[in-house]
């Protein structure tokens, strides 16, 4: 059976990184960490750093990365003669690797991986051609499973949330009642003592004026 173009291109990448070991250049790739660890849904970025004779183009930069696993390693990013081959890239990364090309002519390949799951801890080596020179060099992932963080607490969380934001908290409302009856009863108490004030007035001067004796 005929392989496709796709098939072929993957079996030589695979190829080229599995004879990595055996194959040496004077093209020296370090990497900045050679370990990494990161948490379940979110992002981190691999960094390998590379010295290249190049004039600052990376039109002759070919480079292949993958996830080393068995029994095949999955192709993470590949670049031809500065060409980004998005066909070669594994499944499992797909939209979820990016390259930043703008340092890549300083002789820098970043990685950056989105949405991380618990599956993608492992070892990553990258394979960078440059001419006739060669070299790769490889580091470890770590993801662990997403830690459950408590919501922070609202002011209202503890009253009912939106609803008690309206009607406040029971103590407040029973407060809010004993206020009210306290001005109710002392209404009725200002009321009454202006009534009585108001008869004990019109009273007296009756009295007073029938204990007056009368003229012979």
Known sequence: MMMSYREKMICSILLLITLTSCVSGPLVVDVTQSSYQAEENHDVTLEWIFKTTTDGSFKSISISCAMLTVPRPF???????????????????????????????????????????????????????????????DCHLNVTAERVRPKPETPNSSSGGRDASTTGSPSQAESLGWIVLYCVLGLIVVVTLLGFSWGLYRYLPRKQHSMIPSLP
Do not use: P, W
């Open 75 to 137: 192709i993470l990013f590949h670049l031809h003669e500065g060409v980004e081959v998005s066909e070669s890239q594994h499944e499992r990364f797909a939209g979820r690797v990016q390259f930043d090309k703008d340092v890549l002519r300083e002789g820098r390949l970043r990685l950056h991986m989105s949405r991380l799951r618990t599956n993608d801890s492992g070892v990553y080596l990258c394979r960078v051609n440059a001419g006739d020179d060669g070299g790769s060099r």
